[in-house]
């Protein structure tokens, strides 16, 4: 099939899908609405970010609903408010010529009066956040036990935001004999879990393979020092002067930082987050949209519902939690047939999480060099001449020519340019004039143990008297350790928790930081000891001679609490664990708090 003519949709439809300027059907499109529409069946379609999926499970949709009637006969879910309101908008466009229609969004963040007061007018379609829709349920201000449709959108990242129980509890409420379509980017064993149970023998297609990344877009990583993370964001953002691009973080806050440091340094950015207001959400999203924003920085669940086609780069300033999350990321752009780069900045205790990655989206990336000051400035200065030759004359410039001509008048072409070209040029240089090299050695990776042996010399290891017994496990400590130093969650790696102590990992250069620290350190009124550690972590069978061979006595291992534990004990237990075991699990935190020195203001782009 090549046309929507043929997978059978009806005139309204078609008239609708002109006026779009749709041509032809996209794959998921192709093989979904024929199915849709030949046989009540339940669906299962695996498709990425971008494809199309919305007018693939709308266009059955709208065509099988009896527009006459006023009860509501369609239920969406979809995972945040701007999703919601996406669908919405563009079920209203798929049904524009369907005289009588009534589709209305139900999310939280607004009036949930005047929601219910919308469906009670006759909704026969209802567009839904699983929260809201649960809490209006509960009110009995919609009835769904009538639908006859039931679709799930991006149900991977429903479920991946908690809201299984609340898909759960809304779809007890609908019949059973309903048409349920479950459409998803990935096909994690929750999502499976919940086709299991909700669907009877559902038909499923395939866009791709299952979890793959789309071909249209490209993937490279950055190999840099966790705190010179930000740093490297703006090199890769200076050298690409016509980026319009999404940077993910992991949390609201890092979220908030990093805009509001792009922002200070002259960039045009924004932030998009949970913590913000709608409205403040929808001025920052309406500004992305009319590129007054081109650079956004947000969150993975802010983040759904983004529905720009012309975003050149998505940058992963921190890696997502769930290795699933980074195809959804990436799916923001190489979208409506255009290309698109996905950009990632690791530390080194992050690398291996790239190997995993492309072992679900089934692509290589491709290690590349954060650019030097040369390379940006001769990328800027280049932009700049083109943007200048390609500029079209505004002619109300020839009354002040004449003036412009005596100004100078003893300066030759080549002088002249020099001294054009040289007021942008100059700021470029002096900014990133002998800037040191953020690119970092990668050095030999084990894939399977996922730790990295080259560059072993360049961290300090540390033994520290604290362990299971004191309420701690890796992540915990490596919490304390981080708020305690004031350190980034990438300045702390290999964190190993036995039952009364433990061992992590720093830069050399963080080392006399920490030693200095916890001289003479208490916390809850007992002494923390941290002393250096020739364990390396790598399980190799060398006894621990902290700090040069030192014995020191183990008079804090036990703590200073109710009872001191016995000191040979802790000594044989200490040994058994350096000559014996691996670390259960190397860090791969990526959230960063550290931002290097800014350059000076620059001007808006």
Same mark, same amino acid.
């Given at each position: 099939?090549?046309?929507?003519?043929?997978?059978?949709?009806?005139?309204?439809?078609?008239?609708?899908?002109?006026?779009?300027?749709?041509?032809?059907?996209?794959?998921?499109?192709?093989?979904?609405?024929?199915?849709?529409?030949?046989?009540?069946?339940?669906?299962?379609?695996?498709?990425?970010?971008?494809?199309?999926?919305?007018?693939?499970?709308?266009?059955?949709?709208?065509?099988?609903?009896?527009?006459?009637?006023?009860?509501?006969?369609?239920?969406?879910?979809?995972?945040?408010?701007?999703?919601?309101?996406?669908?919405?908008?563009?079920?209203?466009?798929?049904?524009?010529?369907?005289?009588?229609?009534?589709?209305?969004?139900?999310?939280?963040?607004?009036?949930?009066?005047?929601?219910?007061?919308?469906?009670?007018?006759?909704?026969?379609?209802?567009?839904?956040?699983?929260?809201?829709?649960?809490?209006?349920?509960?009110?009995?201000?919609?009835?769904?036990?009538?639908?006859?449709?039931?679709?799930?959108?991006?149900?991977?990242?429903?479920?991946?935001?908690?809201?299984?129980?609340?898909?759960?509890?809304?779809?007890?409420?609908?019949?059973?004999?309903?048409?349920?379509?479950?459409?998803?980017?990935?096909?994690?064993?929750?999502?499976?879990?919940?086709?299991?149970?909700?669907?009877?023998?559902?038909?499923?297609?395939?866009?791709?393979?299952?979890?793959?990344?789309?071909?249209?877009?490209?993937?490279?990583?950055?190999?840099?020092?966790?705190?010179?993370?930000?740093?490297?964001?703006?090199?890769?953002?200076?050298?690409?002067?016509?980026?319009?691009?999404?940077?993910?973080?992991?949390?609201?806050?890092?979220?908030?930082?990093?805009?509001?440091?792009?922002?200070?340094?002259?960039?045009?950015?924004?932030?998009?987050?949970?913590?913000?207001?709608?409205?403040?959400?929808?001025?920052?999203?309406?500004?992305?949209?009319?590129?007054?924003?081109?650079?956004?920085?947000?969150?993975?669940?802010?983040?759904?519902?983004?529905?720009?086609?012309?975003?050149?780069?998505?940058?992963?300033?921190?890696?997502?939690?769930?290795?699933?999350?980074?195809?959804?990321?990436?799916?923001?752009?190489?979208?409506?047939?255009?290309?698109?780069?996905?950009?990632?900045?690791?530390?080194?205790?992050?690398?291996?999480?790239?190997?995993?990655?492309?072992?679900?989206?089934?692509?290589?990336?491709?290690?590349?060099?954060?650019?030097?000051?040369?390379?940006?400035?001769?990328?800027?200065?280049?932009?700049?001449?083109?943007?200048?030759?390609?500029?079209?004359?505004?002619?109300?410039?020839?009354?002040?020519?004449?003036?412009?001509?005596?100004?100078?008048?003893?300066?030759?072409?080549?002088?002249?340019?020099?001294?054009?070209?040289?007021?942008?040029?100059?700021?470029?240089?002096?900014?990133?004039?002998?800037?040191?090299?953020?690119?970092?050695?990668?050095?030999?990776?084990?894939?399977?143990?996922?730790?990295?042996?080259?560059?072993?010399?360049?961290?300090?290891?540390?033994?520290?008297?604290?362990?299971?017994?004191?309420?701690?496990?890796?992540?915990?400590?490596?919490?304390?350790?981080?708020?305690?130093?004031?350190?980034?969650?990438?300045?702390?790696?290999?964190?190993?928790?036995?039952?009364?102590?433990?061992?992590?990992?720093?830069?050399?250069?963080?080392?006399?930081?920490?030693?200095?620290?916890?001289?003479?350190?208490?916390?809850?009124?007992?002494?923390?000891?941290?002393?250096?550690?020739?364990?390396?972590?790598? $399980? %190799? #069978? @060398?006894?621990? /001679? &902290? *700090?040069?061979?030192?014995?020191?006595? !183990? =008079? +804090?291992? $036990? %703590? #200073? @609490?109710?009872? /001191? &534990? *016995?000191?040979?004990?802790?000594?044989? !237990? =200490? +040994?058994?664990?350096?000559?014996?075991?691996?670390? &259960?699990?190397?860090?791969?935190?990526?959230?960063?708090?550290?931002?290097?020195?800014?350059?000076?203001?620059?001007?808006?782009?």
């Amino acid at each position: 099939m090549s046309t929507f003519q043929d997978l059978g949709l009806n005139d309204h439809l078609l008239q609708a899908i002109t006026d779009l300027g749709f041509t032809k059907p996209s794959e998921v499109q192709e093989k979904a609405i024929p199915i849709l529409l030949e046989s009540e069946t339940d669906l299962v379609a695996l498709a990425q970010t971008g494809t199309g999926k919305t007018a693939a499970f709308g266009f059955p949709m709208l065509e099988k609903i009896n527009i006459d009637s006023r009860t509501t006969q369609g239920l969406i879910l979809s995972p945040t408010r701007e999703l919601c309101l996406q669908i919405t908008n563009e079920m209203k466009q798929y049904g524009k010529y369907c005289k009588g229609l009534n589709v209305v969004a139900i999310y939280g963040g607004s009036s949930i009066t005047d929601q219910a007061r919308e469906v009670k007018r006759g909704a026969q379609i209802i567009v839904a956040t699983p929260g809201r829709m649960k809490d209006m349920i509960k009110r009995r201000l919609v009835d769904i036990s009538k639908i006859e449709y039931a679709v799930l959108d991006e149900a991977d990242e429903m479920l991946n935001m908690g809201f299984y129980e609340d898909i759960t509890d809304i779809l007890s409420h609908t019949p059973e004999d309903k048409s349920t379509w479950l459409f998803s980017a990935t096909m994690p064993k929750e999502v499976a879990t919940i086709a299991k149970k909700f669907m009877k023998s559902p038909k499923e297609i395939t866009v791709g393979n299952k979890n793959e990344s789309t071909n249209q877009v490209s993937h490279e990583y950055y190999l840099v020092n966790a705190r010179d993370r930000y740093q490297a964001l703006k090199r890769l953002s200076d050298a690409n002067p016509d980026i319009f691009s999404v940077v993910f973080c992991r949390t609201k806050r890092d979220t908030q930082k990093v805009a509001e440091k792009l922002i200070e340094d002259g960039y045009s950015a924004g932030a998009l987050h949970g913590d913000l207001s709608q409205n403040q959400r929808d001025l920052v999203m309406k500004s992305f949209r009319n590129k007054q924003i081109q650079t956004l920085v947000a969150t993975d669940v802010a983040a759904r519902g983004i529905d720009v086609d012309d975003i050149t780069h998505v940058i992963n300033y921190q890696l997502p939690d769930e290795p699933e999350v980074y195809t959804h990321r990436s799916g923001r752009t190489g979208r409506a047939g255009k290309t698109g780069v996905s950009m990632v900045i690791v530390s080194k205790s992050e690398v291996r999480k790239i190997k995993g990655i492309e072992r679900i989206i089934k692509k290589q990336f491709e290690k590349k060099e954060i650019p030097d000051g040369a390379e940006i400035c001769e990328v800027q200065l280049m932009s700049l001449a083109n943007k200048i030759h390609n500029t079209e004359i505004n002619h109300e410039i020839d009354k002040h020519l004449t003036s412009i001509n005596d100004l100078f008048v003893d300066t030759d072409k080549d002088e002249l340019i020099k001294k054009f070209f040289s007021v942008e040029f100059t700021r470029f240089y002096n900014y990133y004039n002998k800037s040191k090299n953020l690119n970092i050695a990668e050095g030999s990776f084990d894939q399977d143990s996922g730790r990295s042996f080259g560059g072993s010399k360049n961290t300090t290891r540390y033994f520290i008297n604290v362990g299971k017994k004191d309420g701690y496990d890796w992540m915990k400590l490596k919490d304390f350790l981080k708020e305690v130093l004031v350190l980034g969650r990438d300045d702390v790696f290999k964190v190993e928790v036995k039952d009364s102590f433990s061992f992590f990992n720093t830069e050399n250069e963080q080392k006399e930081k920490v030693l200095a620290f916890f001289t003479d350190y208490k916390h809850d009124g007992r002494f923390v000891n941290v002393e250096v550690s020739e364990n390396r972590g790598g $399980g %190799g #069978r @060398r006894n621990d /001679r &902290r *700090s040069g061979g030192r014995k020191r006595d !183990e =008079r +804090r291992s $036990g %703590g #200073r @609490r109710e009872g /001191r &534990r *016995s000191d040979s004990g802790n000594r044989s !237990e =200490r +040994r058994r664990s350096e000559n014996n075991s691996k670390p &259960r699990r190397s860090d791969s935190g990526s959230k960063s708090n550290d931002f290097a020195a800014s350059r000076p203001r620059r001007s808006r782009r």
